[in-house]
């Protein structure tokens, strides 16, 4: 029963990380597996200043794009397993909508919204908010937030409600016996024990969020490109294989290190029993 | 209107949405200091009533009084009352402490004191020695103690509970009985507890409140409740209990006669029973009064034995009369002499001085 779990991820997880690993340190001779060993690779990665602000750039608007998804999606979350009622069904189906279409819809979706003449401009003028269109809102790296905290609001819907639902509603109740208000029961009961639920949304949203480069592509201008966009140019324009893969590791351990660094907080907080 | 009672529910009825009746006009006087058990099956409104009291249901109709005070509409947070839950509903996420002093937390009671507070209420339910554990290290015993000492520490004017016990082995379950009525007298705290456990109910109330359908059939003492039980109902679910349609056939002094089927049976009249010849009644007796003779007698009525069960101290017969009424009679095994066999036929008696009662419908 083990075996075909096993064969999946020895070929298709660990076999083609091991062969971005054994990329990174071989010299660019334009062949497909490189030539020789070397570690200038990663002393590129390390030593050019670019790299390090583009990183430092993709954590930002990876940790901006949780924080605005993980806050949005809470409420919508606490809606659906206290108040929802018979209507739940619905409402998850609703969340989940969006998936029926692709990606890069959604995403060009966002531009036709965010344009000079697009639909926020349109509506600003027409209400007289605005005398004339603005640049302000494509292109920018809000517009990368923005959209990229659409297009995984369901990833961090789902974890949190399912945290908020298995709460015991008895829990709930015993904090009003005790004497608690209903904000003091969020705060100490409710919060504490969702905790795992907005974890674990955290981080489905930040670790595909660092190294997304199709929406800063899209909506994001320049000022907002990000770690992906540079990988996928070393595989791409840039035909230098080995140093995106180089670059692909380097992302790799800053975002294990994060998420190492995220789990111990959440050990502190106490997972439930 | 008496002011002593601590709790007092005037008229209260709950209706939940569908048209289902919890409470159905429950009138209920709790006293200070006693130990009052809600008893009843399953779906006969006994926990809407405790949540009803706790302030987790809010009756469609009807007053709860607390002390004199209309605490009706308070919310659960504002009553001086707490509840051990059916699941003990301890935070998962706090440790033992930090369970036990939440309630004091909230009330804004000094650190110090509350250390003291909590330290002392472990003690009282023997956990003192788990001040530090997680609610994951403890067992179900443990975990109970727990929400015990979590309610007591607030010193609610009632401590409400809800089946505690119903989670726990036999064994444990017994001790914990006793644990619970030695609290609550030590305590001198008014305990309000849920059970559909007649055992547990009779072993350590003061009173019993029965409920059936919403509606409360009888409140009386354990021994009350099982020598005199008021309605077919409160007979038929505390212990085992022979109805039996019998006519009235006279009065005999105090006592009033009775005949059902061949059988004959007496029972000292109240004060106030007031009956009419041939007048038709149910009557409830307990199959230890009942005695299986092997010789007819003045005041006796065959019947056939149809089984025989072995009850430890005592063998259970299920008997059938001639008029085709089905009896349950314990004989206590030493006085089965001769043996009795499935398919003889005895002769069945109302005991020499035991009572039988009459059953409202």
């Given at each position: 029963m083990?075996a075909?779990?096993?064969?999946?991820?020895?070929?298709?997880?660990?076999?083609?990380?091991?062969?971005?690993?054994?990329?990174?340190?071989?010299?660019?001779?334009?062949?497909?597996?490189?030539?020789?060993?070397t570690?200038?690779?990663?002393?590129?990665?390390?030593?050019?200043p670019l790299n390090?602000?583009v990183?430092?750039?993709?954590?930002?608007?990876?940790?901006?794009?949780?924080?605005?998804?993980?806050?949005?999606?809470?409420p919508?979350?606490?809606f659906?397993?206290?108040?929802?009622?018979?209507?739940?069904?619905?409402?998850?189906?609703?969340?989940?909508?969006?998936?029926w279409t692709?990606?890069?819809?959604?995403?060009?979706?966002?531009?036709?919204v965010?344009?000079?003449?697009?639909?926020l401009?349109?509506a600003?003028?027409g209400s007289?908010?605005?005398?004339?269109?603005?640049?302000?809102?494509?292109?920018?790296?809000?517009?990368?937030?923005v959209?990229?905290?659409?297009?995984y609001?369901?990833?961090?819907?789902l974890?949190?409600?399912?945290?908020?639902?298995?709460?015991?509603?008895?829990?709930i109740?015993?904090?009003?016996?005790?004497?608690a208000?209903?904000?003091?029961?969020?705060?100490?009961?409710?919060?504490?024990?969702?905790m795992?639920g907005v974890?674990?949304?955290?981080?489905?949203v930040?670790?595909?969020?660092?190294?997304?480069?199709?929406?800063?592509?899209?909506?994001?201008?320049p000022?907002?490109?990000?770690i992906?966009?540079?990988?996928?140019?070393?595989?791409?324009?840039?035909?230098?294989?080995?140093?995106?893969?180089?670059?692909?590791?380097?992302?790799m351990l800053?975002?294990?290190t994060?998420?190492?660094?995220?789990?111990?907080?959440?050990?502190?907080?106490?997972s439930?029993? | 209107?008496?002011?002593?009672?601590?709790?007092?529910?005037?008229?209260?009825?709950?209706?939940?949405?569908?048209?289902?009746v919890?409470?159905?006009?429950?009138?209920?006087?709790?006293?200070h200091?006693?130990?009052?058990s809600?008893?009843?099956?399953?779906?006969c409104?006994?926990?809407t009533?405790l949540?009803?009291?706790?302030?987790?249901?809010?009756?469609?109709?009807?007053?709860?009084?607390?002390?004199?005070?209309?605490?009706?509409?308070?919310?659960p947070?504002?009553?001086?009352?707490?509840?051990?839950?059916?699941?003990?509903?301890?935070?998962p996420?706090?440790?033992?402490?930090?369970n036990?002093?939440f309630?004091?937390?909230?009330?804004?009671?000094?650190?110090?004191?509350?250390?003291?507070?909590?330290?002392?209420?472990?003690?009282?339910?023997?956990?003192?020695?788990?001040?530090r554990?997680?609610?994951?290290?403890?067992?179900?015993?443990q975990?109970q103690?727990?929400a015990?000492?979590?309610?007591?520490?607030?010193?609610?004017?009632?401590?409400?509970?809800?089946?505690?016990?119903?989670?726990?082995?036999?064994?444990?379950?017994?001790?914990?009985?006793?644990e619970?009525?030695?609290?609550?007298?030590?305590?001198?705290?008014?305990?309000?507890?849920?059970?559909?456990?007649?055992?547990?109910?009779?072993?350590?109330?003061?009173r019993?409140?029965?409920?059936?359908?919403?509606?409360?059939?009888?409140i009386?003492?354990?021994?009350?409740?099982?020598?005199?039980?008021?309605?077919?109902?409160?007979?038929?679910?505390?212990?085992?209990?022979?109805?039996?349609d019998?006519?009235?056939?006279g009065?005999?002094?105090?006592?009033?006669?009775y005949?059902?089927?061949?059988?004959?049976?007496?029972?000292?009249a109240?004060?106030?029973?007031?009956?009419?010849?041939?007048?038709?009644?149910?009557?409830?007796?307990?199959?230890?009064?009942?005695?299986?003779?092997p010789?007819?007698?003045?005041a006796?009525?065959?019947?056939?034995?149809?089984?025989?069960?072995?009850?430890?101290?005592?063998?259970?017969?299920?008997?059938?009369?001639?008029?085709?009424?089905?009896?349950?009679?314990?004989a206590?095994?030493?006085?089965?002499q001769?043996a009795?066999?499935?398919?003889?036929?005895v002769?069945?008696?109302?005991?020499p001085?035991?009572?039988?009662?009459?059953?409202?419908?």
């Open positions: 083990m075909p779990g096993t064969a999946i991820t020895f070929l298709l997880i660990l076999f083609s990380l091991a062969l971005v690993v054994f990329l990174a340190f071989r010299v660019n001779d334009g062949s497909l597996l490189g030539a020789g060993f570690l200038g690779n990663f002393s590129n990665v390390i030593f050019d390090w602000s990183m430092l750039r993709s954590l930002a608007i990876a940790g901006c794009v949780t924080a605005a998804t993980v806050i949005t999606a809470f919508v979350a606490y659906l397993a206290f108040h929802a009622g018979r209507r739940r069904g619905l409402i998850l189906f609703l969340v989940t909508l969006p998936f692709s990606y890069l819809l959604r995403v060009f979706a966002w531009k036709i965010l344009a000079y003449n697009g639909v401009n349109s600003l003028v007289g908010l605005l005398s004339e269109p603005t640049l302000a809102f494509l292109n920018t790296p809000t517009a990368v937030v959209t990229l905290a659409h297009a609001a369901p990833f961090a819907i974890p949190i409600y399912v945290a908020l639902d298995t709460i015991p509603r008895s829990l109740e015993a904090a009003a016996d005790l004497g208000r209903p904000w003091t029961t969020f705060r100490r009961v409710i919060l504490p024990n969702a795992p974890m674990a949304a955290a981080l489905v930040f670790v595909p969020t660092v190294g997304d480069y199709v929406t800063p592509a899209l909506v994001g201008g000022s907002s490109t990000m992906g966009s540079m990988i996928q140019a070393q595989f791409g324009k840039a035909n230098d294989w080995p140093f995106g893969a180089a670059l692909s590791a380097a992302v800053v975002i294990l994060v998420v190492l660094i995220v789990r111990t907080t959440d050990a502190r907080f106490g439930r029993a | 209107m008496p002011q002593d009672a601590l709790l007092r529910l005037e008229a209260v009825s709950k209706c939940f949405p569908g048209g289902v919890g409470l159905d006009s429950v009138d209920l006087d709790i006293e200091g006693e130990f009052l809600l008893l009843g099956p399953s779906g409104g006994k926990t009533n949540r009803v009291m706790a302030g987790f249901e809010t009756p469609t109709t009807g007053r709860v009084v607390l002390a004199g005070r209309d605490i009706t509409s308070l919310r947070f504002d009553r001086p009352v707490n509840t051990v839950f059916q699941d003990y509903a301890l935070f996420h706090m440790n033992v402490a930090e036990v002093g309630g004091l937390s909230l009330r804004r009671v000094p650190a110090a004191e509350q250390k003291k507070q909590v330290a002392a209420a472990l003690d009282m339910v023997g956990l003192g020695d788990k001040i554990a997680r609610v994951a290290e403890l067992s179900g015993g975990r103690r727990v015990l000492a979590r309610a007591i520490v607030c010193k609610p004017r009632i401590l409400l509970l809800d089946e505690p016990l119903s989670a726990l082995d036999a064994h444990l379950r017994e001790y914990m009985q006793m619970l009525k030695r609290l609550q007298s030590s305590l001198g705290m008014t305990f309000v507890m849920v059970t559909h456990d007649q055992t547990e109910a009779l072993s350590i109330s003061d019993i409140v029965v409920m059936n359908k919403g509606r409360i059939e009888q009386a003492s354990p021994a009350a409740l099982y020598d005199r039980p008021a309605t077919r109902f409160v007979a038929g679910f505390i212990g085992t209990m022979n109805l039996l019998a006519r009235f056939v009065r005999d002094g105090a006592l009033l006669r005949l059902s089927g061949d059988l004959p049976l007496e029972l000292s109240d004060a106030n029973a007031l009956a009419t010849d041939g007048q038709m009644h149910t009557i409830g007796i307990r199959p230890e009064d009942l005695v299986a003779n010789q007819a007698g003045a006796t009525a065959p019947a056939k034995i149809n089984s025989i069960v072995f009850h430890g101290r005592a063998l259970r017969m299920h008997a059938s009369t001639a008029g085709g009424a089905a009896l349950v009679i314990d206590p095994r030493q006085a089965m001769p009795f066999d499935v398919g003889d036929i002769h069945v008696s109302q005991r001085g035991a009572s039988c009662v009459i059953l409202a419908a």
